[in-house]
Nanobody
Framework: QMQLVESGGGLVQAGGSLRLSCAAS????????MAWFRQAPGKEREFIAG????????DYADSVKGRFTISRVNAKNTAYLQMNSLKAEDTAVYHC???????????????WGQGTQVTVSS
């Protein structure tokens, strides 16, 4: 049973940057594709970015393409989400997810993190 713990969320002004981390333990991190999802109050969960197990392939939602970058360091069992040019509409709880399949789809995710709050003030 793999555990995922996110960190790095917080309050930032519009136009600013944050880097989220997702630390994995208890499982073969390098075997899993990783992804970031977010959920804002009153809205459905939204896929943001995904990366395959080796880190050679990535994909992004149109809403964040060009502003967010997903990466991973398998030797550290950690995935990252670098978020630049943040907007008020990026405000949400951000969750990392692990899936044996890539691209990652919410319906097939094997493990979820508890989430970290990102708030962007305008």
């Amino acid at each position: 049973q793999m555990q995922l713990v996110e960190s790095g969320g917080g309050l930032v002004q519009a136009g600013g940057s944050l880097r989220l981390s997702c630390a994995a333990s208890g499982g073969p991190f390098s075997a899993y594709a990783m992804a970031w999802f977010r959920q804002a109050p009153g809205k459905e969960r939204e896929f943001i970015a995904g990366i395959n197990s080796s880190g050679s392939r990535t994909d992004y939602a149109d809403s964040v393409k060009g502003r967010f970058t997903i990466s991973r360091v398998n030797a550290k069992n950690t995935a990252y989400l670098q978020m630049n040019s943040l907007k008020a509409e990026d405000t949400a709880v951000y969750h990392c997810a692990a899936d044996l399949a890539y691209p990652v789809q919410a319906k097939s995710v094997d493990y979820w993190g508890q989430g970290t709050q990102v708030t962007v003030s305008s």
